[in-house]
């Protein structure tokens, strides 16, 4: 056994490396133990969303969009482009890079932070031993006074859809593809299916997104939901919900798909299928039945408000505790049990969690939507503002969505911002400082925006929850 640390991260990904870099920052002698092998047969740091998820799907998504914008929009502005050619595999290769770049940089940031790496699959022992099996099978055992569990989640596999070489694949499989299906299959219409779906639609592919629920984007509040869903079918995206999967079957000349929807038992084929139906928590075998981790009904490892474990000294982050599976709030509970450990007394509060789906047009939230509110008894007043009057929107060809604010009845305080449209990511980082900081709308009414600015439709739209806003047409406050 190794000498002593005083804390091991079992992850390297989002929620594992930052845990591991701020611990370090704090005096600790840590180790973090990543598994990760790349597309060039290379041990990587960055988990799931630096190698697989968030980044390259965002590189593919820039580059789907700047093909979109040439062959759809530059002749409003007066540009003619002749003879355009997609060359994929440079867009793979372009995506790949980036990745290396990033995942290349976190083992330069363990380097200078003194961070040990111990490379191979981590599993928790008894009295906060972790065992390493490393990529050549050796194993070896480490002793730590604390141990953080991140190891993320994994794509749910459907019994009737299982993964079948690059034909029927999750996530992972749609961002190296470098042919352009001609027909292409999603099931589920959640944050991966649309924006793997937007990606291969622009580069020329028929998209057929299959969704079981009878809602579209039931999470995100119901005005938002409808203002992407009518952009999203502009653009050619056939979205059909109330559409639930029976079977898939391999076939010569493409992939049947059958399903059931309102009208009855009905099947399709396509060249390629995306099974996008949500992940899990990747939490198999990640520790020993004598070490007595609890793991809840869904298979997440059981953490209070302050991500401990039932076991004193284990801590668990990101994708494996309750909550969304997303990259920042993993970060932010990692930077947060670091800070425990150092005697300080962070708080994370899950509500302003931010939410981003990076279509065109982008999709972000925080807070409650209206339909929460209204479950829950809360007076409300509401305010929206459209893209579509938006001086500097419009100068982007981008004038299509709005921005939602709701603010409570009776003190004010903004309780959630809804937003569909240009640099929705961005922008909803405004309304996170805001409710942070626990901002009413007239705060933010009485703030100067830049002009002419996509920032001014938040304020345009703060305005309107007083029935004020100065460009566009005031409807009663809803009460």
């Given at each position: 056994?190794?000498?002593?640390?005083?804390?091991?991260?079992?992850?390297?990904?989002?929620?594992?490396?930052?845990a591991a870099i701020r611990c370090a920052q704090l005096g600790m002698k840590v180790a973090c133990v990543?598994?990760?092998?790349?597309?060039?047969?290379?041990?990587?740091?960055?988990?799931?969303?630096?190698?697989?998820?968030?980044?390259?799907?965002?590189?593919?998504?820039?580059?789907?969009?700047?093909?979109?914008?040439?062959?759809?929009?530059?002749?409003?502005?007066?540009?003619?482009?002749?003879?355009?050619?997609?060359?994929?595999?440079?867009?793979?290769?372009?995506?790949?890079?980036?990745?290396?770049?990033?995942?290349?940089?976190?083992?330069?940031?363990?380097?200078?932070?003194?961070?040990?790496?111990?490379?191979?699959?981590?599993?928790?022992?008894?009295?906060?031993?972790?065992?390493?099996?490393?990529?050549?099978?050796?194993?070896?055992?480490?002793?730590?006074?604390?141990?953080?569990?991140?190891?993320?989640?994994v794509p749910i596999e459907l019994p009737i859809a299982k993964w079948l070489d690059d034909r029927i694949?999750?996530?992972?499989?749609?961002?190296?593809?470098?042919?352009?299906?001609?027909?292409?299959?999603?099931?589920?219409?959640?944050?991966?299916?649309?924006?793997?779906?937007?990606?291969?639609?622009?580069?020329?592919?028929?998209?057929?997104?299959?969704?079981?629920?009878?809602?579209?984007?039931?999470?995100?509040?119901?005005?938002?939901?409808?203002?992407?869903?009518?952009?999203?079918?502009?653009?050619?995206?056939?979205?059909?919900?109330?559409?639930?999967?029976?079977?898939?079957?391999?076939?010569?000349?493409?992939?049947?798909?059958?399903?059931?929807?309102?009208?009855?038992?009905?099947?399709?084929?396509?060249?390629?299928?995306?099974?996008?139906?949500?992940?899990?928590?990747?939490?198999?075998?990640?520790?020993?039945?004598?070490?007595?981790?609890?793991?809840?009904?869904?298979?997440?490892?059981?953490?209070?408000?302050?991500?401990?474990?039932?076991?004193?000294?284990?801590?668990?982050?990101?994708?494996?505790?309750?909550?969304?599976?997303?990259?920042?709030?993993?970060?932010?509970?990692?930077?947060?049990?670091?800070?425990?450990?150092?005697?300080?007394?962070?708080?994370?509060?899950?509500?302003?969690?931010?939410?981003?789906?990076?279509?065109?047009?982008?999709?972000?939230?925080?807070?409650?939507?209206?339909?929460?509110?209204?479950?829950?008894?809360?007076?409300?007043?509401?305010?929206?503002?459209?893209?579509?009057?938006?001086?500097?929107?419009?100068?982007?060809?981008?004038?299509?969505?709005?921005?939602?604010?709701?603010?409570?009845?009776?003190?004010?305080?903004?309780?959630?911002?809804?937003?569909?449209?240009?640099?929705?990511?961005?922008?909803?980082?405004?309304?996170?400082?805001?409710?942070?900081?626990?901002?009413?709308?007239?705060?933010?009414?009485?703030?100067?925006?830049?002009?002419?600015?996509?920032?001014?439709?938040?304020?345009?739209?703060?305005?309107?929850?007083?029935?004020?806003?100065?460009?566009?047409?005031?409807?009663?406050?809803?009460?």
């Amino acid at each position: 056994m190794s000498d002593k640390y005083d804390v091991i991260v079992i992850g390297g990904g989002p929620g594992g490396y930052v845990a591991a870099i701020r611990c370090a920052q704090l005096g600790m002698k840590v180790a973090c133990v990543e598994e990760w092998i790349n597309k060039q047969d290379k041990p990587a740091l960055g988990g799931t969303c630096l190698n697989v998820g968030c980044i390259p799907s965002k590189a593919l998504l820039e580059s789907s969009e700047r093909v979109e914008e040439i062959q759809h929009h530059n002749a409003d502005h007066g540009i003619s482009v002749e003879g355009i050619k997609v060359d994929v595999p440079q867009m793979i290769a372009r995506k790949d890079a980036i990745v290396s770049k990033l995942t290349g940089g976190i083992a330069q940031l363990f380097q200078a932070n003194g961070i040990e790496w111990l490379q191979g699959r981590g599993k928790l022992l008894a009295d906060k031993v972790v065992q390493v099996t490393g990529h050549d099978g050796a194993v070896t055992t480490h002793a730590a006074e604390n141990v953080i569990i991140a190891t993320g989640s994994v794509p749910i596999e459907l019994p009737i859809a299982k993964w079948l070489d690059d034909r029927i694949v999750h996530s992972t499989g749609a961002l190296n593809w470098e042919t352009v299906p001609d027909r292409l299959g999603v099931i589920g219409a959640g944050v991966i299916g649309l924006e793997m779906g937007s990606v291969w639609r622009r580069l020329g592919a028929e998209v057929i997104v299959l969704e079981a629920m009878d809602d579209f984007l039931g999470a995100a509040d119901a005005d938002v939901s409808k203002s992407s869903k009518m952009q999203f079918k502009k653009q050619g995206l056939d979205i059909r919900l109330s559409t639930k999967v029976s079977a898939v079957e391999a076939l010569d000349e493409g992939i049947k798909v059958s399903y059931t929807d309102k009208k009855g038992e009905d099947s399709l084929v396509v060249d390629r299928l995306i099974v996008a139906v949500g992940r899990k928590p990747n939490t198999n075998d990640i520790a020993d039945s004598a070490a007595g981790l609890q793991l809840d009904e869904r298979g997440r490892v059981a953490v209070d408000d302050h991500c401990a474990t039932n076991l004193p000294g284990v801590y668990a982050i990101g994708d494996c505790v309750r909550g969304p599976m997303l990259a920042h709030k993993s970060s932010e509970e990692g930077v947060m049990v670091a800070e425990q450990l150092a005697g300080q007394k962070p708080h994370m509060d899950h509500n302003m969690i931010p939410w981003v789906i990076y279509t065109d047009p982008e999709i972000a939230w925080v807070g409650q939507t209206e339909a929460e509110l209204k479950a829950a008894g809360v007076a409300y007043r509401s305010g929206s503002f459209s893209f579509a009057v938006n001086g500097r929107a419009m100068a982007m060809d981008k004038a299509a969505g709005l921005v939602k604010v709701l603010a409570d009845a009776s003190t004010d305080r903004i309780l959630g911002v809804h937003i569909v449209g240009p640099m929705a990511s961005e922008l909803v980082g405004q309304a996170v400082i805001a409710m942070e900081c626990e901002a009413s709308s007239e705060d933010l009414a009485r703030m100067c925006f830049a002009h002419p600015s996509l920032s001014e439709s938040m304020h345009e739209a703060i305005l309107s929850v007083d029935g004020r806003a100065l460009h566009g047409v005031n409807r009663k406050p809803k009460k």
